[in-house]
Protein backbone atom coordinates (compact mmCIF):
# COMPACT_ATOMS: atom_id res chain seq x y z
CA UNK A 1 0.00 0.00 0.00
CA UNK A 2 1.28 3.55 -0.71
CA UNK A 3 1.23 6.22 1.48
CA UNK A 4 0.09 9.48 0.44
CA UNK A 5 -0.71 12.97 2.02
CA UNK A 6 -3.96 14.89 2.54
CA UNK A 7 -3.94 18.48 0.77
CA UNK A 8 -7.34 19.23 0.55
CA UNK A 9 -10.79 18.27 1.44
CA UNK A 10 -13.20 18.27 -0.40
CA UNK A 11 -16.50 17.49 0.43
CA UNK A 12 -17.96 15.41 3.39
CA UNK A 13 -19.69 12.38 2.64
CA UNK A 14 -23.32 12.89 4.42
CA UNK A 15 -24.51 9.88 3.83
CA UNK A 16 -22.13 8.08 5.40
CA UNK A 17 -22.39 7.36 9.63
CA UNK A 18 -18.63 7.65 10.20
CA UNK A 19 -18.62 11.40 8.18
CA UNK A 20 -15.80 10.20 5.43
CA UNK A 21 -14.79 12.63 3.16
CA UNK A 22 -13.53 13.08 0.01
CA UNK A 23 -10.00 14.48 0.17
CA UNK A 24 -7.32 15.34 -2.91
CA UNK A 25 -4.23 13.70 -2.19
CA UNK A 26 -0.16 14.96 -3.67
CA UNK A 27 -0.22 11.75 -5.93
CA UNK A 28 -3.13 14.53 -7.43
CA UNK A 29 -5.70 11.59 -6.56
CA UNK A 30 -9.05 11.76 -4.96
CA UNK A 31 -9.12 9.56 -2.23
CA UNK A 32 -12.37 8.83 0.30
CA UNK A 33 -11.24 9.30 3.53
CA UNK A 34 -12.08 7.07 6.67
CA UNK A 35 -11.07 9.06 9.80
CA UNK A 36 -9.12 7.51 12.63
CA UNK A 37 -10.75 9.89 14.83
CA UNK A 38 -13.76 8.83 13.85
CA UNK A 39 -16.41 7.56 16.49
CA UNK A 40 -15.96 3.91 15.34
CA UNK A 41 -12.73 3.86 16.33
CA UNK A 42 -9.67 2.87 14.44
CA UNK A 43 -10.61 -1.21 14.41
CA UNK A 44 -13.18 0.04 11.60
CA UNK A 45 -10.19 1.08 9.90
CA UNK A 46 -8.08 -1.72 10.60
CA UNK A 47 -11.44 -3.68 9.37
CA UNK A 48 -11.45 -1.72 6.13
CA UNK A 49 -7.86 -2.28 5.55
CA UNK A 50 -7.80 -5.80 5.66
CA UNK A 51 -11.26 -7.07 4.45
CA UNK A 52 -10.41 -4.49 1.45
CA UNK A 53 -6.64 -5.87 0.87
CA UNK A 54 -8.00 -9.43 1.13
CA UNK A 55 -11.44 -8.30 -1.77
CA UNK A 56 -8.36 -7.05 -3.63
CA UNK A 57 -5.66 -10.59 -3.64
CA UNK A 58 -8.80 -12.47 -4.52
CA UNK A 59 -9.57 -10.18 -7.95
CA UNK A 60 -12.87 -8.83 -6.30
CA UNK A 61 -13.72 -5.16 -7.89
CA UNK A 62 -12.32 -3.35 -4.82
CA UNK A 63 -10.60 0.23 -5.47
CA UNK A 64 -7.26 0.56 -4.30
CA UNK A 65 -6.46 1.43 -0.97
CA UNK A 66 -4.06 3.91 0.85
CA UNK A 67 -2.31 5.55 3.84
CA UNK A 68 -3.45 9.06 4.25
CA UNK A 69 -1.60 11.22 5.91
CA UNK A 70 -2.55 14.60 7.62
CA UNK A 71 -1.12 17.19 9.10
CA UNK A 72 -2.62 19.93 11.19
CA UNK A 73 -2.32 22.25 9.22
CA UNK A 74 -5.13 20.23 7.28
CA UNK A 75 -7.84 21.39 9.72
CA UNK A 76 -6.94 25.25 9.29
CA UNK A 77 -8.68 25.87 6.11
CA UNK A 78 -12.26 24.04 7.21
CA UNK A 79 -15.09 26.13 8.51
CA UNK A 80 -16.92 23.43 9.88
CA UNK A 81 -16.29 22.87 13.49
CA UNK A 82 -17.17 19.35 13.80
CA UNK A 83 -15.01 18.80 10.45
CA UNK A 84 -12.22 20.41 12.01
CA UNK A 85 -12.23 18.34 15.57
CA UNK A 86 -12.64 15.18 13.35
CA UNK A 87 -9.69 16.27 11.31
CA UNK A 88 -7.50 17.11 14.87
CA UNK A 89 -8.44 13.64 16.32
CA UNK A 90 -7.29 11.94 12.93
CA UNK A 91 -3.45 13.44 12.70
CA UNK A 92 -1.30 10.94 11.21
CA UNK A 93 -2.59 7.74 9.52
CA UNK A 94 -6.25 6.73 8.15
CA UNK A 95 -7.50 5.01 5.65
CA UNK A 96 -8.25 6.26 2.03
CA UNK A 97 -9.94 4.46 -0.30
CA UNK A 98 -9.85 5.57 -4.60
CA UNK A 99 -12.51 7.52 -5.05
CA UNK A 100 -14.89 5.95 -8.01
CA UNK A 101 -16.84 9.04 -9.63
CA UNK A 102 -20.09 9.20 -10.56
CA UNK A 103 -20.56 5.78 -9.07
CA UNK A 104 -24.03 5.13 -8.06
CA UNK A 105 -25.26 3.20 -5.08
CA UNK A 106 -26.04 -0.70 -6.41
CA UNK A 107 -30.01 -1.82 -6.63
CA UNK A 108 -30.07 -5.55 -6.96
CA UNK A 109 -33.61 -5.20 -9.15
CA UNK A 110 -32.15 -2.81 -11.19
CA UNK A 111 -28.86 -4.93 -11.86
CA UNK A 112 -28.26 -8.96 -11.32
CA UNK A 113 -24.58 -10.35 -10.56
CA UNK A 114 -23.42 -12.87 -12.91
CA UNK A 115 -23.36 -16.80 -10.59
CA UNK A 116 -19.40 -16.48 -10.29
CA UNK A 117 -19.30 -12.93 -8.90
CA UNK A 118 -21.96 -12.97 -6.42
CA UNK A 119 -20.59 -16.70 -5.00
CA UNK A 120 -17.37 -15.42 -4.78
CA UNK A 121 -18.04 -11.94 -3.08
CA UNK A 122 -20.52 -13.58 -0.69
CA UNK A 123 -17.91 -16.51 0.31
CA UNK A 124 -15.50 -13.42 0.63
CA UNK A 125 -18.26 -11.42 3.26
CA UNK A 126 -18.57 -15.03 4.74
CA UNK A 127 -14.76 -15.35 5.83
CA UNK A 128 -14.52 -11.60 7.21
CA UNK A 129 -17.94 -11.73 8.98
CA UNK A 130 -19.31 -8.73 7.07
CA UNK A 131 -22.57 -7.45 8.60
CA UNK A 132 -23.18 -4.48 5.85
CA UNK A 133 -23.69 -6.45 2.55
CA UNK A 134 -27.73 -6.28 3.00
CA UNK A 135 -30.47 -5.34 0.62
CA UNK A 136 -31.21 -2.40 3.07
CA UNK A 137 -27.67 -1.15 2.94
CA UNK A 138 -25.83 -3.15 0.00
CA UNK A 139 -22.34 -0.84 0.30
CA UNK A 140 -21.81 -1.63 -3.48
CA UNK A 141 -21.44 1.23 -5.94
CA UNK A 142 -22.10 0.40 -9.98
CA UNK A 143 -19.22 2.24 -11.63
CA UNK A 144 -18.92 1.89 -15.54
CA UNK A 145 -21.79 -0.79 -14.98
CA UNK A 146 -19.69 -3.35 -12.63
CA UNK A 147 -20.50 -3.49 -8.91
CA UNK A 148 -17.75 -1.99 -6.87
CA UNK A 149 -17.36 -3.06 -3.61
CA UNK A 150 -17.24 -0.40 -0.80
CA UNK A 151 -17.46 -0.49 3.16
CA UNK A 152 -15.94 -2.97 5.38
CA UNK A 153 -15.64 -1.09 8.33
CA UNK A 154 -17.86 -3.36 10.54
CA UNK A 155 -16.10 -6.72 9.57
CA UNK A 156 -14.20 -8.66 11.28
CA UNK A 157 -16.05 -8.23 14.11
CA UNK A 158 -14.19 -11.18 16.46
CA UNK A 159 -12.02 -8.05 17.39
CA UNK A 160 -14.12 -6.57 19.53
CA UNK A 161 -14.00 -9.35 21.67
CA UNK A 162 -10.39 -11.23 21.59
CA UNK A 163 -11.63 -13.81 24.56
CA UNK A 164 -13.58 -15.85 22.14
CA UNK A 165 -12.22 -15.14 18.87
CA UNK A 166 -10.33 -18.92 19.24
CA UNK A 167 -13.90 -20.15 18.66
CA UNK A 168 -15.45 -17.61 16.77
CA UNK A 169 -13.21 -18.46 13.56
CA UNK A 170 -15.25 -21.68 13.32
CA UNK A 171 -18.42 -20.60 13.40
CA UNK A 172 -20.88 -20.22 10.28
CA UNK A 173 -21.48 -16.69 9.73
CA UNK A 174 -25.45 -16.88 9.79
CA UNK A 175 -26.28 -13.54 8.33
CA UNK A 176 -25.23 -14.30 5.43
CA UNK A 177 -29.03 -15.03 4.86
CA UNK A 178 -29.62 -11.59 4.93
CA UNK A 179 -26.54 -10.91 2.14
CA UNK A 180 -27.54 -8.68 -1.27
CA UNK A 181 -26.38 -10.91 -3.56
CA UNK A 182 -26.96 -14.48 -2.22
CA UNK A 183 -30.29 -14.84 -4.27
CA UNK A 184 -27.52 -14.75 -7.65
CA UNK A 185 -24.95 -17.22 -5.36
CA UNK A 186 -25.70 -20.25 -7.25
CA UNK A 187 -21.94 -21.39 -7.09
CA UNK A 188 -20.59 -20.99 -3.80
CA UNK A 189 -19.37 -24.69 -3.70
CA UNK A 190 -17.84 -24.40 -6.85
CA UNK A 191 -15.41 -21.06 -6.02
CA UNK A 192 -14.50 -22.23 -2.57
CA UNK A 193 -11.65 -24.31 -3.39
CA UNK A 194 -10.12 -21.52 -5.10
CA UNK A 195 -10.70 -18.79 -3.14
CA UNK A 196 -8.89 -20.86 -0.36
CA UNK A 197 -6.36 -21.29 -2.38
CA UNK A 198 -6.14 -17.65 -2.83
CA UNK A 199 -5.68 -17.00 0.88
CA UNK A 200 -1.98 -17.87 1.60
CA UNK A 201 -0.11 -17.92 4.76
CA UNK A 202 2.18 -14.99 3.24
CA UNK A 203 -0.54 -12.89 1.61
CA UNK A 204 -2.42 -12.87 4.87
CA UNK A 205 1.15 -11.93 6.98
CA UNK A 206 1.48 -9.64 4.38
CA UNK A 207 -1.78 -7.83 4.59
CA UNK A 208 -1.97 -7.76 8.52
CA UNK A 209 1.87 -5.97 8.52
CA UNK A 210 0.50 -3.65 6.98
CA UNK A 211 -1.62 -1.70 9.51
CA UNK A 212 -0.24 0.83 11.09
CA UNK A 213 0.50 0.57 14.85
CA UNK A 214 -1.21 3.86 16.03
CA UNK A 215 -4.18 1.59 14.64
CA UNK A 216 -3.80 -1.38 16.81
CA UNK A 217 -2.54 0.98 20.38
CA UNK A 218 -6.60 1.00 21.96
CA UNK A 219 -6.52 -2.65 22.53
CA UNK A 220 -5.33 -3.78 25.88
CA UNK A 221 -5.77 -7.51 25.00
CA UNK A 222 -2.60 -7.96 24.06
CA UNK A 223 1.26 -7.49 25.88
CA UNK A 224 3.03 -5.96 22.43
CA UNK A 225 2.33 -4.98 18.77
CA UNK A 226 3.53 -8.20 17.48
CA UNK A 227 1.21 -10.33 19.99
CA UNK A 228 -1.61 -8.68 18.76
CA UNK A 229 -1.11 -8.79 14.93
CA UNK A 230 -0.13 -12.23 15.56
CA UNK A 231 -3.99 -12.76 16.91
CA UNK A 232 -5.25 -11.50 13.50
CA UNK A 233 -3.07 -13.43 11.97
CA UNK A 234 -3.74 -16.68 13.48
CA UNK A 235 -7.74 -15.75 13.25
CA UNK A 236 -7.64 -15.20 9.40
CA UNK A 237 -5.58 -18.42 8.91
CA UNK A 238 -7.85 -20.63 11.11
CA UNK A 239 -10.72 -19.23 9.50
CA UNK A 240 -9.90 -20.37 6.00
CA UNK A 241 -8.63 -24.02 7.29
CA UNK A 242 -12.42 -24.16 8.79
CA UNK A 243 -14.09 -22.58 6.44
CA UNK A 244 -16.30 -25.63 5.69
CA UNK A 245 -18.34 -24.43 8.34
CA UNK A 246 -19.49 -20.93 6.80
CA UNK A 247 -19.39 -22.55 3.43
CA UNK A 248 -22.05 -24.89 4.04
CA UNK A 249 -23.89 -22.15 6.14
CA UNK A 250 -23.57 -19.79 2.84
CA UNK A 251 -25.08 -22.71 0.45
CA UNK A 252 -28.28 -23.56 2.59
CA UNK A 253 -29.41 -20.28 2.97
CA UNK A 254 -29.12 -19.83 -0.72
CA UNK A 255 -30.92 -23.11 -1.04
CA UNK A 256 -33.75 -21.90 1.95
CA UNK A 257 -34.23 -18.32 -0.15
CA UNK A 258 -34.72 -19.68 -3.56
N1 LIG B 1 -14.83 4.74 -3.25
C1 LIG B 1 -15.96 5.45 -3.34
N2 LIG B 1 -16.26 6.11 -4.47
C2 LIG B 1 -17.40 6.84 -4.58
N3 LIG B 1 -18.30 6.98 -3.59
C3 LIG B 1 -18.06 6.35 -2.42
C4 LIG B 1 -16.88 5.54 -2.24
N4 LIG B 1 -16.89 5.06 -0.98
C5 LIG B 1 -18.01 5.52 -0.42
N5 LIG B 1 -18.73 6.29 -1.27
C6 LIG B 1 -20.02 6.98 -0.98
O1 LIG B 1 -20.01 7.42 0.36
C7 LIG B 1 -21.04 6.78 1.12
C8 LIG B 1 -20.52 6.45 2.51
O2 LIG B 1 -19.42 5.56 2.41
P1 LIG B 1 -19.28 4.32 3.41
O3 LIG B 1 -20.46 3.45 3.30
O4 LIG B 1 -17.96 3.69 3.11
O5 LIG B 1 -19.21 5.10 4.78
P2 LIG B 1 -19.68 4.73 6.25
O6 LIG B 1 -19.50 5.90 7.11
O7 LIG B 1 -19.01 3.46 6.65
O8 LIG B 1 -21.20 4.50 5.99
P3 LIG B 1 -22.36 3.77 6.78
O9 LIG B 1 -21.83 3.36 8.11
O10 LIG B 1 -23.43 4.80 6.80
O11 LIG B 1 -22.69 2.61 5.89
C9 LIG B 1 -21.42 5.55 0.29
O12 LIG B 1 -22.74 5.16 0.51
C10 LIG B 1 -21.20 6.03 -1.11
O13 LIG B 1 -22.31 6.75 -1.59
MG1 LIG C 1 -21.81 2.34 4.10
Not at 193 to 200: E, H, I, S, V
Not at 209 to 236: C, M, N, S
Request: charged fraction near 25%; charge should be negative.
Amino acid sequence: MKTVQATRYVTPLREGGSLPAVVEADDDGLYVLKFRGAGQGPKALVAELVAGELARALELPMPELVLVELDSEFARTEPDPEIQDLIRASEGLNLGIDYLPGALNYDPAAMPVDAELASRIVWFDAFVSNVDRTARNPNLMVWHRKPWLIDHGAALYFHHDWDSAGTACERPFVLIRDHVLLPFATRIGEVDAAMAAALTDALIERIVAAIPDGWLQDETAFADGPAHRKAYVDYLKRRRDARAGFVQEAIRAHAAHV
